[in-house]
């Protein structure tokens, strides 16, 4: 009896709190679907009358978000290409390979991820300027190209790698970046599909970088060209809740998709004290 | 030697990258922050000078200043318990034999993770809409009148608090989670065994043990929650009567608005400063906890 009370409580309040987690996403994604207007009736409708893409429609063809889109997609894969080389080499070197101020250099690092990356953003803005990639999706991309963070992950992941392997591979007179590409990256690979998923949601997410760098709109990535646009339709629910799901739905089906992989890197992360 | 060289190669791109567009420019803010550098400056640099400690003293007697301050601190203190609070709730609600559908019940908790805050920063402004947002209208299904969510100033914030927490929480519940999931068995049977209810295990069993993660847990999410920009940009634009200017928003305004970026840097460095010192608070006193 007091088994059941208790799990009626429990799968009560998580039920409840499901709801409020997914509620906000169905609406937008119902309301996407309604005819301009009709979100703004009393009471609020729940389901479209009639269901109809228009306003994706109006997106792409009059919006330009088929731009957008393409502007995300192809920022952030280029980050999570280059920033996975970079910081996998880093990491693995850290864990790996022995050199003279290796522990302290690591330790460096690591207390540099307490500075807010705002206090570099003026100087970053006005150095990139000199370098003329303000207002060039190279001003994303460049300093994106690694990270403390990504580095910590493959490293932490890389230590478990036994020494002996790579003395065998050694003695059988492979290279070191030979030994790199055809041994470590097959070994280390679950945690770089955890920083590869990390990176690209981070990437297709972020805001305020793009927003300073990118001024001319047809560089615009999703975020920040829906940040725009909702301030100049500010009436058009439907079409702004459309761009909401153009935006969201990505990254949420790389996430559902990949799951596993991005849970264990968040784990991975979380214990870095 | 020959490793050696081969280590120095396998992390000079990584340095490289993090050296030129990290640390230089973190060192340069500071450096700026000193400077009157302005939009004179940035057509020609000869208008640049050396002011010292001029912008700090400026922006201390900067009324707005001093209200994106109040309105971030407000926005950290009231956030951060709830959003560390909801999800220990949920990670204890997700841990409990009796919970059913776990899977399924964990991934809709953590979807508001992963979505794009913009997107549904918008999705929020249209939930919190005065006159047809669905907030009000299940409010006064219950008899309560429309509330101005984003209009009104004492109700702005609070609102960008709970999108805040909407968003986060499913974050630090998987970090909750797994460790709930340490946890040995045997220690709550010795625990039952000697009598305790489920509330004492709670309180005398699991809480002590996820102490360390709270710590760590408590100073990321705060250092997080310090940077609030995007709500605030998408939702309300800093208003109504500024009551929802973070330090961020008053930062982004004066360096890519007004291109005071001298100043803008000031504002950054003051920041950085504030969350080194509530983060040493946090330590100093979750440290004391353990001594007691």
């Given at each position: 009896?007091?088994?059941?009370?208790?799990?009626?409580?429990?799968?009560?309040?998580?039920?409840?709190?499901?709801?409020?987690?997914?509620?906000?996403?169905?609406?937008?994604?119902?309301?996407?679907?309604?005819?301009?207007?009709?979100?703004?009736?009393?009471?609020?409708?729940?389901?479209?009358?009639?269901?109809?893409?228009?306003?994706?429609?109006?997106?792409?063809?009059?919006?330009?978000?088929?731009?957008?889109?393409?502007?995300?997609?192809?920022?952030?894969?280029?980050?999570?290409?280059?920033?996975?080389?970079?910081?996998?080499?880093?990491?693995?070197?850290?864990?790996?390979?022995?050199?003279?101020?290796?522990?302290?250099?690591?330790?460096?690092?690591?207390?540099?991820?307490?500075?807010?990356?705002q206090v570099a953003m003026m100087p970053l803005f006005l150095l990139l300027k000199?370098?003329?990639?303000?207002?060039?999706?190279?001003?994303?991309?460049?300093?994106?190209?690694?990270?403390?963070?990504?580095?910590?992950?493959?490293?932490?992941?890389?230590?478990?790698?036994?020494?002996?392997?790579?003395?065998?591979?050694?003695?059988?007179?492979?290279?070191?970046?030979?030994?790199?590409?055809?041994?470590?990256?097959?070994?280390?690979?679950?945690?770089?599909?955890?920083?590869?998923?990390?990176?690209?949601?981070?990437?297709?997410?972020?805001?305020?970088?793009?927003?300073?760098?990118?001024?001319?709109?047809?560089?615009?990535?999703l975020p920040v060209a829906l940040a725009s646009l909702s301030r100049e339709h500010?009436?058009?629910?439907?079409?702004?809740?459309?761009?909401?799901?153009?935006?969201?739905?990505?990254?949420?089906?790389?996430?559902?998709?990949?799951?596993?992989?991005?849970?264990?890197?968040?784990?991975?992360?979380?214990?870095?004290? | 030697?020959?490793?050696?060289?081969?280590?120095?190669?396998?992390?000079?791109?990584?340095?490289?990258?993090?050296?030129?567009?990290?640390?230089?420019?973190?060192?340069?803010?500071?450096?700026?922050?000193?400077?009157?550098?302005?939009?004179?400056?940035?057509?020609?640099?000869?208008?640049?000078?050396?002011?010292?400690?001029?912008?700090?003293?400026?922006?201390?007697?900067?009324?707005?200043?001093?209200?994106?301050?109040?309105?971030?601190?407000?926005?950290?203190?009231?956030?951060?318990?709830?959003?560390?609070?909801?999800?220990?709730?949920?990670?204890?609600?997700?841990?409990?034999?009796?919970?059913?559908?776990?899977?399924?019940?964990?991934?809709?908790?953590?979807?508001?993770?992963?979505?794009?805050?913009?997107?549904?920063?918008?999705?929020?402004?249209?939930?919190?809409?005065?006159?047809?947002?669905?907030?009000?209208?299940?409010?006064?299904?219950?008899?309560?009148?429309?509330?101005?969510?984003?209009?009104?100033?004492?109700?702005?914030?609070?609102?960008?608090?709970?999108?805040?927490?909407?968003?986060?929480?499913?974050?630090?519940?998987?970090?909750?989670?797994?460790?709930?999931?340490?946890?040995?068995?045997?220690?709550?049977?010795?625990?039952?065994?000697?009598?305790?209810?489920?509330?004492?295990?709670?309180?005398?069993?699991?809480?002590?043990?996820?102490?360390?993660?709270?710590?760590?847990?408590?100073?990321?999410?705060?250092?997080?929650?310090?940077?609030?920009?995007?709500?605030?940009?998408?939702?309300?634009?800093?208003?109504?009567?500024?009551?929802?200017?973070?330090?961020?928003?008053?930062?982004?305004?004066?360096?890519?608005?007004?291109?005071?970026?001298?100043?803008?840097?000031?504002?950054?460095?003051?920041?950085f400063g504030l969350m080194l010192a509530v983060t040493w608070v946090l330590m100093?006193?979750?440290?004391?906890?353990?001594?007691?």
């Amino acid at each position: 009896m007091r088994q059941s009370f208790a799990s009626v409580i429990v799968n009560g309040l998580l039920i409840g709190l499901a709801f409020v987690s997914l509620f906000p996403l169905l609406w937008m994604l119902s309301v996407s679907f309604m005819s301009p207007g009709e979100a703004s009736s009393l009471p609020p409708p729940l389901l479209p009358e009639s269901p109809t893409l228009a306003n994706y429609r109006e997106l792409f063809v009059r919006g330009g978000m088929l731009r957008y889109l393409m502007n995300s997609l192809l920022l952030a894969t280029i980050v999570t290409l280059v920033s996975l080389l970079f910081n996998a080499m880093a990491g693995y070197a850290f864990a790996k390979l022995q050199f003279a101020g290796q522990q302290r250099l690591f330790k460096a690092l690591i207390a540099t991820l307490i500075i807010p990356g705002q206090v570099a953003m003026m100087p970053l803005f006005l150095l990139l300027k000199q370098m003329g990639l303000v207002n060039t999706y190279g001003g994303v991309i460049v300093p994106a190209m690694a990270g403390i963070f990504g580095i910590f992950l493959v490293r932490q992941y890389a230590l478990s790698i036994p020494d002996e392997m790579l003395e065998a591979a050694r003695l059988d007179g492979a290279g070191e970046f030979r030994i790199f590409a055809s041994i470590i990256v097959p070994l280390i690979a679950p945690i770089l599909a955890s920083l590869a998923i990390f990176t690209f949601l981070g990437c297709w997410n972020d805001f305020m970088w793009p927003l300073i760098v990118l001024t001319d709109s047809r560089l615009h990535t999703l975020p920040v060209a829906l940040a725009s646009l909702s301030r100049e339709h500010v009436q058009d629910s439907e079409m702004m809740m459309a761009g909401s799901v153009v935006t969201v739905l990505p990254v949420l089906a790389i996430f559902l998709a990949l799951q596993k992989y991005y849970i264990r890197g968040l784990l991975v992360g979380s214990v870095k004290g | 030697m020959r490793l050696q060289i081969a280590a120095w190669g396998f992390i000079a791109p990584a340095l490289l990258v993090i050296g030129v567009f990290f640390f230089l420019p973190v060192l340069a803010g500071v450096a700026l922050s000193l400077t009157d550098f302005d939009i004179y400056a940035l057509a020609d640099l000869h208008n640049l000078r050396f002011v010292g400690l001029d912008n700090y003293l400026h922006l201390l007697r900067t009324p707005l200043f001093w209200q994106a301050l109040g309105n971030t601190l407000y926005f950290v203190a009231v956030g951060v318990p709830l959003s560390i609070g909801l999800s220990l709730g949920a990670a204890l609600l997700l841990h409990a034999k009796v919970a059913r559908f776990k899977p399924f019940f964990r991934t809709a908790l953590f979807a508001p993770v992963v979505t794009t805050l913009v997107a549904v920063a918008v999705v929020w402004r249209y939930l919190f809409q005065t006159r047809y947002g669905m907030v009000n209208y299940a409010l006064g299904q219950i008899g309560i009148n429309p509330l101005d969510w984003l209009g009104d100033p004492h109700l702005a914030m609070p609102t960008i608090i709970l999108l805040a927490v909407w968003k986060n929480f499913g974050y630090n519940m998987m970090i909750f989670l797994a460790n709930l999931q340490a946890v040995p068995e045997e220690v709550y049977e010795a625990a039952r065994i000697d009598g305790a209810t489920t509330f004492q295990q709670l309180l005398y069993v699991t809480l002590p043990m996820l102490k360390p993660t709270l710590i760590l847990v408590g100073i990321l999410t705060t250092a997080g929650y310090f940077q609030l920009f995007a709500e605030p940009y998408v939702m309300t634009q800093g208003g109504p009567l500024r009551s929802t200017v973070s330090v961020l928003y008053f930062m982004y305004e004066e360096g890519f608005k007004w291109w005071n970026l001298g100043t803008a840097s000031t504002a950054a460095v003051l920041l950085f400063g504030l969350m080194l010192a509530v983060t040493w608070v946090l330590m100093r006193a979750s440290k004391r906890g353990v001594d007691a």
